[in-house]
């Protein structure tokens, strides 16, 4: 007997996706190494792990661009992949900022400020691209989140400078890196909630086995 219902037909991604994609990774990966030498030289914890944000999101561009011309069910995994990522990156923030609050260092805030300032142009150009993508598939979505999310991150270590700056102590750095983690933490699990349901619904209906289908007993012939 056969299945009553469908998968839903694949979507194909907007006119314009697959172009973002490419831009996004490109400042992403630049950003990355801007943001990951800055990081060493003043000794930010917001920095660093804006830097590793950004190094994420790269290998999170790469993989969307690898599924974008699949179905739902691959950009639904590749979307779940990318949810676990995003909270686990939240997690190690935390244990870092952890760490350096024991560990007493102070960053340098000068070197934030600019770099955060710098980071802050590079991801509101990104996250303007890819706008109005933010309404579609798990995978588009997620994409969205992490621009969204980088340019959240990239205002509050300006602000954790200026609170450097005028507090002498490493106090800001440590809670922006602590809000940083939080927001990858709940952009993770919002990912990963709808790249559930994208799978669900892209996963075809079971068909019987086919001894299912007939109401007759293996081995024996229909009563004359």
């Not at 600019?114 to 991801?123: D, E, I, K, R, S």
Request: glycine fraction near 8%; include cysteine; aromatic fraction near 8%.
């Amino acid at each position: 007997m056969a299945c009553s219902c469908s998968a839903p037909e694949p979507k194909s991604p907007a006119p314009g996706f697959r172009k973002a994609l490419w831009i996004a990774l490109w400042v992403n990966l630049a950003m990355f190494l801007v943001e990951g030498i800055a990081s060493i030289q003043s000794g930010s914890v917001s920095l660093m792990a804006d830097a590793i944000d950004f190094f994420g999101d790269s290998a999170n561009y790469i993989l969307s661009l690898s599924v974008l011309s699949m179905g739902m069910l691959w950009r639904g995994r590749a979307a779940m992949v990318k949810g676990l990522t995003m909270a686990t990156f939240g997690l190690v923030v935390w244990a870092r900022a952890i760490w350096v609050a024991q560990s007493g260092i102070t960053p340098e805030p000068l070197t934030m400020g600019a770099v955060g300032l710098l980071a802050l142009a590079a991801n509101v150009s990104v996250a303007v691209m890819l706008f109005r993508f933010r309404e579609g598939d798990s995978d588009m979505r997620s994409v969205w989140l992490c621009s969204r999310n980088d340019a959240i991150s990239n205002i509050a270590v300006m602000g954790a400078a200026l609170g450097v700056f005028g507090t002498g102590t490493a106090w800001p750095d440590l809670v922006v890196a602590a809000i940083m983690g939080s927001l990858a933490v709940t952009a993770g699990i919002s990912v990963v909630r709808h790249a559930r349901k994208d799978i669900a619904e892209a996963r075809p209906c079971a068909v019987e086995p086919a001894t299912n289908s007939s109401s007759r007993t293996p081995g024996k012939s229909s009563p004359g």
